[in-house]
């Protein structure tokens, strides 16, 4: 039996509070049953996501003090790009700030109406930016990446007969690019192997396609392939980050989740790519040297790259969420496995069998836990996706309840508490009823949609 053990210690801490569920139960209600709609100072352990509210440590702290602040050529911007290229091996870099920023400059430049951009899974803001310059996604994952409950170590993984179908059908022209996602957010933050990845550039290749990586969630990604890819065991992180990268043409990443509050990048091996994609920057971001993030954000940023090659750091955020999904699996809560990054993830089709997909039983059981704990999760299920041009609903391959494990924040008895309630919830589901919108917009639905129950 592993316990997790922390590799860090505390030294700033903030006050949590616990309000009565009667409180609990009002603000829910004002909130419209959309957990995005709850204010922080009601809630006990946010969980709603690992964007933006990771630990900072000491020297990322240390490095915001000495930013060189100025609008244009900063040394805090060379240093930034220079950490990026030691780790991609990609000579040119365009900062960008948040990963939506990347996917709306890479959509504008390489997606034409009438193309197709296959991926192992979609990512929401990833499928608007695709679908908004007239593409279209083609998931391609393997099967077993959308079996809820398995052993395979890499679910994330892409299926590549699917992919030689998708040329052979339409043409490698009609190809935008080829997109993977590291640590495939939507099935449960399930790892890609290095294997897989090989493999596809073999194909892109062959075919001509341009293959980009999506490494928001790269540092959960990278502990997977060192512990669960024999061929990785005996590489560093460093070393694995860059056999990763040598097979892409183009990495972009959320910062939000890979090392810093806030910012993101794309790195682009070819200069030609890269002179397309350098005229949007000052257009949506700012000017090349800061792209939308303060160069003390841009200095914390660097830091957390460079950290993010240490298997102590890197760990931590697997490591419990592994604790948390056993702990559930135990106690016969149905979750989602083998434990990937990002968060626990709850199968709510199995957690709330009588609520029907038309009536979003994972907002539903989102709602739920923040009555019962005071705990904020995050829907990734139906009310997720957005509804087809004729108005029908389109359902998602998982209903899930995301229960994000932002990185060195809580603590093994806040786990724990956690762990007890939604064993409770899931003693009592029968309480659970499922939702309907009273509000509901057109474009990312989840994000301010008011719910009631039905
Ligand atoms: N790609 C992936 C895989 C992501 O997980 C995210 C964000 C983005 C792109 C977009 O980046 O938020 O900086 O614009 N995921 C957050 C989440 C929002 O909560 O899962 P962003």
Redesign the pocket.
Do not use: I, P, V, W
């Given at each position: 039996e592993t316990v997790p053990l922390e590799m860090h210690k505390v030294r700033v801490v903030q006050k949590l509070t616990l309000a009565p569920i009667e409180e609990r139960l009002k603000a829910i209600a004002a909130a419209g049953n959309n957990t995005f709609l709850l204010q922080n100072r009601d809630i006990f352990m946010d969980m709603?996501?690992?964007?933006?509210v990771n630990a900072m440590s000491d020297r990322q702290m240390a490095a915001m003090m000495v930013a060189d602040d100025s609008y244009a050529g900063s040394a805090t911007y060379e240093k930034f790009a220079a950490k990026l290229v030691e780790l991609f091996g990609m000579d040119f870099i365009l900062p960008t700030h948040?990963?939506?920023?990347?996917?709306n400059i890479l959509s504008q430049v390489l997606v034409k109406p009438g193309t197709i951009v296959p991926m192992n899974y979609h990512?929401?803001?990833?499928k608007a930016h695709i679908v908004l310059n007239g593409g279209t996604v083609e998931e391609i994952p393997h099967d077993r990446g959308l079996e809820v409950t398995s052993t395979h170590p890499f679910k994330g993984d892409m299926d590549i007969a699917k992919l030689e179908a998708l040329v052979a059908t339409h043409g490698a022209q009609k190809i935008a690019f080829v997109r993977m996602?590291?640590?495939?957010?939507l099935i449960g933050g399930q790892p890609i192997s290095l294997a897989n990845l090989r493999e596809i550039r073999a194909a892109c290749d062959r075919h001509g396609m341009i293959f980009v990586l999506?490494a928001?969630?790269l540092a959960d990604n990278l502990w997977f392939n060192k512990t669960r890819e024999e061929s990785c065991k005996d590489l560093s992180i460093a070393e694995i980050t860059r056999q990763i990268a040598d097979l892409c043409d183009v990495i972009y990443?959320?910062?939000?989740?890979l090392g810093c509050a806030r910012g993101?990048a794309i790195c682009i091996r070819s200069e030609a790519l890269y002179r397309k994609m350098r005229v949007l920057v000052p257009l949506y971001e700012g000017f090349l040297t800061y792209g939308g993030m303060s160069v003390r954000e841009i200095e914390a940023l660097t830091v957390g790259l460079e950290e993010t090659m240490d298997v102590d750091m890197i760990s931590q955020g697997p490591l419990f969420i592994d604790y948390m999904v056993r702990e559930l699996d135990k106690r016969g809560v149905p979750v989602i496995t083998p434990p990937g990054g990002?968060g626990c993830h709850i199968d709510v089709m199995r957690f709330l069998p009588h609520i029907p997909q038309a009536q979003y039983p994972a907002g539903a059981l989102a709602s739920a836990l923040f009555i019962a704990s005071g705990i904020r999760g995050?829907e990734r299920g139906s009310l997720s996706e957005q509804r087809n041009p004729d108005g029908t609903e389109v359902y998602s391959n998982m209903e899930l309840l995301?229960l994000?494990m932002p990185r060195r924040v809580f603590t093994l008895s806040q786990v724990k508490y956690a762990i007890d309630r939604i064993d409770w919830l899931y003693q009592n589901r029968d309480l659970v009823g499922g939702l309907v919108f009273v509000e509901e917009p057109e474009i990312l639905r989840f994000f301010y949609g008011r719910l009631d129950p039905v």
């Open positions: 709603l996501t690992d964007s933006g948040q990963g939506r920023a990347c996917e990512f929401t803001t990833t996602e590291a640590g495939t957010n999506d928001s969630l990443f959320s910062a939000r989740k993101g990002l995050m995301r994000a």
